[in-house]
């Protein structure tokens, strides 16, 4: 016997009835989203490696541990997308959507890829919705954004979220802080994780995002960013804060926030749930002024976040799943001697009329099957009998009182209508 396939480490599949609630968040997504003017955005899943390499940073571990690159069967260098803001500054810039009107509001939905150790809310193939504003700089932009974001999650229930908010500047406040980070950790180096005493050298900001306890230990009394931003950041920071608070969005600041991908610069965010084990975050975003212009597009400033989909499912209010109910289907029987088909043509007849309906078409006896239709959690069966097939009638049972009532078949579709 052969063995049997299973799925990649680290991937997993979505199935009903769970797909239905990703389709919900989903929904509540598009719906929020719209309400502020932004529409849909589909890039490719396959990109060029570089334009992570130049986007998210050569040394951040997204690019030099994470991504599943490969060269195809011409010698490209290829990837599957990491993230996603690279990709849509690469097709803004590709499409010239800065002549359509600025600022661009775009949104996005779909798998992302990395190569991470699996756990729980961790996958290797994980889904990410992400909104992006592009060509808008000022302060009320961040707070706008924010402001969605906050929105979107209350539309699934969460209730008292804190936003987490920092700035990391910007280039003069960033290389003052660097500087002065790098004299505070070099006499302490010799306590760093060897990946930290790497980064010391290559990129000295990422050591604040790291988890060992070895270099938080390094970092306790470390210089904070806050007091390194130029007059112009902090005057910024100070009006996002200013206007987010207008807008009733509770934010805590948080001075040792600098996220994992080097394009941010003033303002970052992410929201963390204490519902998911590791205290990862279920969102992550910033302000990145520069990218679209190191990617060869336009000098236009922007700002945008991604909620990881799956951690947020994992810790989805249960207010929001009771509130989707579906339609469970009705099931229409066919009682000896009327044959199965019969009860095929009613279903079939009900779906016209807009009503979810099984059949019954195999060879199950009637209490079987309505035990089974019970279990499933369907609301009705629709029994037809003889007599009632010949009088153009049908038993109506209600599964969950178990009242029955027999009913033109012309009445059928408006009541279950009304049960479903
Ligand atoms: P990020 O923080 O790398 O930011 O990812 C955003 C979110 O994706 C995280 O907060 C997390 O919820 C989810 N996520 C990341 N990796 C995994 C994983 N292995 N398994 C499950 N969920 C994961 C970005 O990707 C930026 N592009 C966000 C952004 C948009 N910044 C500006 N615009």
């Given at each position: 016997m052969s063995a049997a396939l299973r799925s990649v480490k680290g991937t997993r599949d979505l199935l009903p009835p769970e797909t239905a609630v990703w389709q919900a968040v989903e929904e509540t997504a598009r719906r929020v989203f719209g309400l502020y003017g932004y529409g849909e955005i589909r890039t490719p899943i396959l990109e060029s490696r570089d334009l992570f390499a130049r986007g998210v940073g050569e040394t951040t571990d997204i690019v030099a541990k994470e991504m599943y690159q490969f060269r195809d069967r011409k010698g490209r260098e290829l990837c599957?997308?990491?993230?996603?803001t690279a990709a849509v500054a690469r097709a803004f810039a590709e499409h010239g959507l800065a002549n359509q009107g600025l600022p661009a509001r775009l949104f996005y939905f779909g798998p992302h890829f990395r190569y991470e150790r699996p756990q729980k809310g961790r996958y290797r193939q994980f889904h990410q919705i992400g909104a992006e504003l592009i060509g808008e700089g000022g302060p009320l932009g961040d707070a706008e954004l924010v402001a969605m974001l906050v929105r979107f999650l209350e539309a699934l229930g969460f209730a008292d979220l804190e936003v987490l908010v920092n700035s990391v500047g910007d280039g003069p406040s960033r290389e003052a802080f660097r500087e002065a980070l790098v004299a505070h950790l070099e006499p302490r180096s010799d306590a760093l994780s060897p990946d930290s005493r790497r980064r010391l050298e290559e990129n000295p900001l990422r050591i604040l995002d790291s988890k060992e306890p070895r270099d938080r230990q390094a970092l306790a009394d470390a210089p904070s960013m806050l007091d390194h931003l130029s007059e112009a950041s902090a005057r910024r920071f100070a009006e996002v804060r200013d206007a987010l608070e207008r807008l009733g969005v509770g934010h805590a600041v948080t001075p040792r926030l600098v996220r994992g991908?080097?394009?941010?610069?003033?303002t970052v965010f992410e929201i963390v749930s204490a519902g998911l084990g590791a205290q990862d975050a279920i969102v992550g975003g910033g302000r990145y002024d520069r990218l679209l212009a190191e990617l060869g597009g336009p000098d236009l400033p922007a700002i945008g976040f991604a909620i990881g989909q799956d951690r947020l499912i994992d810790v989805l209010p249960e207010s929001f799943r009771r509130g989707l109910g579906g339609a469970p289907p009705a099931l229409v029987v066919a009682i000896e001697?009327?044959?199965?088909l019969a009860a095929l043509e009613l279903a079939e007849e009900l779906r016209r009329a807009g009503v979810a309906a099984l059949a019954e078409t195999g060879s199950r006896s009637l209490g079987k099957a309505l035990r089974w239709a019970d279990r499933r959690g369907l609301r009705a069966a629709v029994l037809l009998g003889e007599a009632e097939l010949a009088a153009g009638r049908a038993a109506l049972k209600d599964l969950s009182s178990g009242e029955q009532a027999a009913l033109p078949r012309a009445d059928l579709a408006a009541r279950l209508g009304e049960l479903q």
């Open positions: 599957l997308r990491p993230e996603s991908l080097d394009y941010y610069t003033d001697p009327v044959p199965a």
